[in-house]
């Protein structure tokens, strides 16, 4: 089976083509077409499966649509946020908008997109830095390693301010009795879809990773010792690399983790 065979995007395949991602994981192919189909989805699947993909793919397409959507995803830890926001930048590359596609009724109808681990997603919603109450397309990666971090609770406090009428789809690396009262806070008849045990790491043997070209390795090294010498707290990497994801208005998404700190996207 084939990316196209799952209904994605031509633009979003030829994203994935580039980065040598020959064929679905197991995951992608099991949960791809339910994102793309709104449906509620609950996820049980190990490590190094491809389930980030799996959901930021058909995000993608849904994104590339227009259609205004707000989507949240909540990370596990602050670590993981940028890791997925690297990769929607990533792999959205074809979907940027041209100069003349920037126009206001087009940036009216882009999605706005928050992703983050609960404790800072709390603190900023209690702020007012963000608002939460019009998503429509909830993800939660992973609901087992939030309760290890110990952000179940605030994972909670999330939920009681999100709209009862939106897609959900959660992640999990195993089934917890911890986590069942919040997953039935979020799930109501969902679709369930099972990745077995042997399945983990089957991302590594039929995909790549994005790779840094040799050049820019030795950027990066420059950075980082340039970083540690200074009291800058930016990730410039990671702040251009926002700056690039024009199908968002030609703003990045409303943050991005870096380093534990919140970058707004209006201070870039």
Request: with cysteine; net charge neutral.
């Amino acid at each position: 089976m084939s990316f196209k065979d799952l209904g994605l995007n031509d633009k979003t395949i030829q994203a994935i083509t580039d980065l040598g991602y020959k064929e679905p994981t197991t995951v992608q192919r099991d949960v791809i077409p339910s994102v793309l189909a709104g449906r509620d989805i609950f996820i049980i699947a190990p490590s190094a499966c491809g389930k980030t993909c799996s959901y930021i793919f058909p995000l993608i397409d849904i994104i590339s649509k227009k259609q205004g959507h707000n989507i949240l995803i909540i990370t596990a830890d602050d670590k993981e946020a940028v890791n997925v926001s690297d990769k929607l930048s990533i792999f959205n590359k074809y979907h940027e908008l041209t100069e003349e596609e920037n126009s206001s009724e087009t940036i009216d109808n882009e999605a706005n997109v928050i992703i983050g681990a609960p404790s800072l997603l709390l603190d900023n919603i209690k702020e007012e830095k963000i608002d939460i109450s019009n998503i429509n397309i909830l993800v939660v990666d992973d609901i087992n390693l939030i309760k290890k971090g110990r952000g179940l609770q605030k994972l909670d406090e999330i939920l009681e301010l999100l709209p009862i009428d939106k897609q959900n789809i959660v992640f999990t690396t195993r089934r917890s009795k911890e986590t069942q009262d919040t997953l039935n806070k979020i799930l109501k008849t969902p679709a369930e879809i099972k990745i077995d045990k042997n399945k983990e790491s089957e991302a590594k043997n039929v995909q790549n990773e994005p790779t840094i070209p040799e050049n820019q390795k030795k950027e990066k090294a420059k950075t980082k010792n340039s970083y540690k010498k200074s009291k800058d707290p930016l990730d410039r990497k990671a702040v251009e690399l926002a700056k690039k994801n024009k199908a968002f208005g030609f703003n990045p998404p409303h943050f991005l983790l870096v380093e534990c700190k919140l970058i707004e996207g209006k201070d870039f």
